[in-house]
């Protein structure tokens, strides 16, 4: 942690130290998500989150691997001698073949997730991977609204309330995500005077289902996820499956979870209204 908390300090003093009026917040693996989400909450100017994403599934001999956790599989193998040290490289080869972070919902994803249901980060946009042609698009998309968000002075301490916290733990137990996501949103919350504690993750946590099943504990990898709909169709499966009033109309995910809704996945990008924060207009469709 000691890390992030540095990388959090370091952002933080770059936004404050020269004339910024609003900030796009480039995340990458792990804890970059939550060390820049902490220094911008703590200098609250207009902010948005452009994350990494994370690589293509991997591939081995037919079988789609994922990076990171299989390693751990592939590595007893070669000591049960059930594979081989040439065989092994070829795993390496082919878990990581893209661009990206962890293509597995480890904390890489998840924070990327999470910053897309606290409503810092365009909706729709975590899953999709590094090397799609669409994070051009992102990218561009993150930029014109970050300009629109200066023009409405809006906020971290603006857009990181209690509900959206509430909304991104739920986000976090339907995907089955980390326990380290405890850790950083405890973090992201106390720069923003959010009063959170693990308790928090008790009503909340216990009330959602694990809906996606993703590696390291499922089947699917992010790629998957991606072409599944990607956090808001987690969103809207939550809500049909229970009360629809649960997740709160502060979140920037909630315009995502309305029954009905459809990602536009197979058209593209997102549509360019889907603003952080904003209450809500959706990147969705409701065909």
Aim: hydrophobic share 40%; proline share 6%; with cysteine.
């Amino acid at each position: 942690m000691m890390f992030r908390n540095l990388v959090s300090m370091d952002v933080e003093e770059a936004i404050r130290g020269n004339p910024m009026d609003g900030a796009v917040l480039l995340a990458g693996c792990d804890t970059t998500t939550p060390a820049l989400l902490m220094g911008a909450a703590s200098a609250n100017i207009p902010a948005i989150v452009v994350s990494g994403r994370p690589m293509l599934n991997g591939r081995f001999r037919g079988e789609e691997i994922g990076s990171g956790t299989d390693a751990w599989r592939f590595s007893e193998m070669v000591k049960a001698g059930e594979m081989t040290q040439e065989e092994i490289i070829g795993t390496e080869a082919g878990s990581a073949r893209s661009a990206g972070h962890c293509n597995t919902m480890g904390t890489a994803s998840m924070m990327a997730s999470i910053a897309e249901a606290l409503g810092m980060a365009l909706s729709g946009t975590a899953a999709i991977p590094a090397v799609d042609s669409g994070r051009r698009v992102i990218a561009q998309m993150s930029g014109r609204r970050i300009v629109d968000m200066v023009k409405e002075d809006l906020r971290p301490s603006d857009i990181l309330t209690r509900p959206a916290f509430e909304n991104a733990i739920r986000a976090n137990g339907a995907l089955g995500g980390p326990t380290n996501a405890v850790i950083h949103l405890l973090a992201i919350a106390g720069r923003v005077g959010v009063d959170l504690t693990p308790e928090d993750w008790d009503h909340p946590g216990r009330e959602m289902p694990t809906i996606v099943n993703l590696r390291p504990n499922g089947k699917y990898l992010m790629e998957n996820f991606c072409y599944a709909g990607g956090l808001p169709a987690v969103l809207r499966a939550w809500r049909r499956a229970g009360d629809p009033e649960t997740f709160s109309r502060e979140s920037a995910s909630d315009a995502a979870s309305r029954p009905g809704a459809r990602l536009q996945l197979d058209r593209g990008l997102p549509r360019a209204d889907r603003r952080p924060g904003s209450r809500m207009r959706g990147s969705v469709s409701t065909a």
